[in-house]
């Protein structure tokens, strides 16, 4: 994809779209950058872009003139790719990618990515720190650094780490990581995708360029990522922490294995500074991508045991009178929310709520099994929520006006020996920008108790 001399459309203006309009200036393309939200300020773009940039800012309604500008459009993640001004642009011949493209066909190195329903940041992460002590290494994408910003800066000595989104992974062409990963597939972004096929197949895209110099590591006990290794060109390495492989990565008596060839035991999953079983996926998710990348043992066995896990994913904030408060913000849709429950080993009053993805709280609210003995609920969703919690047979729940209040009413209800859980199941906005500020609130008012 050549962007030099080129007109290019930049669709959206986070922090994607900001980082994919620098890198197309430095290549020498024309840029007009496009958000459709008519409370930004121009003044404030431009901040944003620096001094030095020429790029045209359009705001507001999308202006029929600008359909004959580019020659291609560049999607920022938050952009549907079915609105009728990308298919108006689609129909007239323009080619529409993402940023992940760009910044891939601009990039040097070798990429290893990350994509599935739950778990991705955290092992996103895990692998950072590995591949770190190894050799070079930048960690991109849905983790919160954008890869067009580091594009520039690799060589064909670095490697990649990439969190990559089902947003981000509908618009690649070429995109082709050495090592992938698909970790689960549970429904999530139903409002966005529409169908959970149409989500599932976005997120196989990972592999669609992969060939059989290349691996991908799947989970053996999901039935859709099992089906999608018998049907792809790159090789395969299950893992899985219900039974044993003959070939790929596995939880037995404690122990994370793996063998390919050889036979080598990782770690004791009591050394490690996560919790719970969906942590240990993670990290055999990691260890599997390291190995087959050709990282030495001992520095995959050094990285896991020294990774203190995620901000905002089942985080340890303290203990106060007895109670123990975890802050998993990161759990922003039910499957995720109910591995926080599955973490947790003691009595416990769970936060949830917030805005309705088209969600379906019922596994949620069964995964309690005993463990949750009051749910505070807050935000759109509250309602609904309890509506599934009454058909659920649990009727343990409370309704907060605001988030202060669910975490003090939480804090208030809990006695010495329980956990207070922030775990929503929702999405943050409508009352935060992000799930990260989210978590950074509630850990302000426990730290104020």
Not at 32 to 44: H, I, Q, S, W
Not at 56 to 73: C, K, Q, R, S
Not at 275 to 292: D, F, K, P, Q, S
Request: hydrophobic fraction near 40%; charge should be negative; proline fraction near 3%.
């Amino acid at each position: 994809m050549e962007v030099t001399k080129k007109k290019v459309l930049v669709f959206g203006s986070g922090i994607s779209g900001i980082g994919a309009v620098k890198l197309l200036e430095t290549q020498g393309a024309e840029v007009v950058l496009y958000d459709g939200n008519e409370k930004l300020l121009e003044a404030d773009l431009r901040e944003k872009l620096g001094e030095g940039s020429r790029a045209e800012i359009v705001i507001g309604a999308f202006p029929e003139e600008l359909y004959d500008t580019p020659d291609i459009a560049i999607l920022s993640p938050g952009v549907p790719t079915d609105l009728p001004v990308v298919n108006r642009m689609r129909e007239q011949g323009i080619l529409i990618t993402g940023e992940v493209e760009l910044a891939y066909e601009a990039a040097k190195g070798d990429v290893l990515a990350i994509t599935g329903t739950n778990g991705k940041t955290t092992t996103t992460a895990l692998l950072g720190e590995i591949m770190g002590s190894y050799k070079k290494t930048f960690v991109v994408g849905n983790i919160g650094n954008p890869y067009t910003a580091e594009a520039l800066e690799m060589d064909e000595d670095s490697v990649t780490v990439a969190e990559m989104s089902s947003f981000q992974l509908e618009t690649i062409i070429d995109f082709r990581p050495k090592v992938s990963a698909i970790l689960n597939f549970t429904p999530d972004h139903l409002n966005r995708h529409h169908t959970m096929e149409a989500y599932v197949n976005a997120k196989k895209n990972i592999a669609k360029n992969q060939t059989e110099d290349d691996y991908c590591i799947l989970n053996y006990e999901d039935a859709l990522t099992r089906e999608f290794g018998e049907n792809i060109r790159a090789q395969v390495l299950y893992f899985s922490s219900r039974r044993k492989l003959e070939k790929g990565i596995y939880l037995e008596d404690g122990n994370i294995i793996y063998r390919n060839g050889e036979t080598i035991r990782i770690c004791r999953t009591d050394e490690l500074n996560l919790l719970g079983t969906h942590n240990y996926e993670n990290v055999m998710a990691a260890v599997g991508m390291a190995l087959a990348y050709g990282v030495p043992k001992e520095t995959v066995r050094k990285g896991v045991l020294e990774f203190k896990g995620v901000e905002h994913r089942i985080e340890y904030v303290t203990e106060k009178n007895g109670v123990v408060y975890y802050n998993d913000s990161k759990g922003t849709n039910p499957d995720a929310a109910i591995k926080g429950i599955q973490a947790m080993n003691r009595p416990t009053v769970l936060i949830g709520g917030g805005y309705d993805k088209d969600s379906v709280y019922t596994d949620w609210i069964n995964s309690f099994d005993g463990k949750v003995k009051r749910l505070i609920l807050v935000g759109d969703t509250r309602e609904k929520i309890a509506r599934d919690a009454l058909a659920c047979g649990f009727e343990d729940y409370q309704f907060a006006e605001t988030f202060e209040e669910a975490v003090l009413a939480a804090a208030a209800f809990a006695e010495a020996g329980d956990a207070v859980l922030l775990s929503p199941a929702c999405a943050s906005w409508g009352m935060f920008p992000n799930y990260e500020v989210r978590g950074e609130k509630f850990k302000e008012i426990v730290n104020s108790l």
